[in-house]
């Protein structure tokens, strides 16, 4: 049975709201991935959705396709969605623990590779960002392989909200709102980055 100290309730967990307190158990290094999660669900429906995004924003003529478009923000969207119904439905899993960061990885590189390719936004911003995201998987895969729990800290939780919110504007229309949205989620993105580090090295003397 899960341990109930690990889950929200009352209204907070009804309304799915409730983010602080240690991660469940159920997404701690060593348990089963149980991929047949709604959420996982929601997971898997976000990748073929960037799958599709970058066909039709690339076979269009500018990357600005109304499909490819809603594509993108509904995978974007589902960073929260799929949060949500683990919450309310209680349904963690170490899979989703895992797929959850991946994926928001996955949607900013998407959306970077078309804002390239379009020049949709300054491609030395679009350089640091993809930098930045590489490095977050390079030190993922480490804390995996070193069995570390890297906890999401809310520095980066909040980054990827203007981040993957300029990508989205700038695929609608050009304006500054999209530019000054990329810088502060680059912003937010790089000081995460250096506490996810300090956190690793604190973990490894730790031991």
């Not at 490095?135 to 906890?151: I, Q, T, W």
């Not at 502060?184 to 995460?192: E, L, M």
């Amino acid at each position: 049975m899960e341990d109930q100290k690990t889950r929200p309730r009352g209204t907070a967990r009804t309304l799915g709201l409730r983010r602080g307190g240690p991660a469940p158990r159920e997404t701690r290094a060593g348990e089963p991935l149980r991929p047949l999660t709604l959420p996982n669900a929601v997971g898997f429906a976000r990748l073929g959705l960037l799958v599709a995004f970058v066909a039709l924003a690339l076979g269009s003529g500018d990357g600005r396709d109304a499909a490819a478009t809603i594509c993108f923000g509904l995978a974007a969207a589902g960073d929260y969605l799929d949060g949500l119904l683990a919450r309310v439905t209680g349904q963690y899993s170490r899979l989703g623990a895992l797929m959850d960061p991946l994926i928001d990885r996955l949607v900013v590189i998407c959306g970077v590779i078309v804002t390239w390719h379009f020049e949709l936004l300054p491609r030395w911003a679009l350089a640091i960002l993809i930098v930045r995201e590489a490095l977050m998987v390079v030190v993922v895969l480490a804390g995996l392989r070193l069995g570390l729990d890297l906890e999401i800290n809310w520095t980066g939780r909040l980054a990827v909200w203007p981040t993957m919110t300029g990508l989205g504007l700038s695929l609608v229309t050009d304006s500054w709102v999209a530019e000054a949205c990329l810088y502060v989620g680059i912003a937010g993105s790089i000081a995460a980055s250096v506490l996810y580090l300090r956190d690793g090295l604190a973990a490894l003397r730790a031991r």
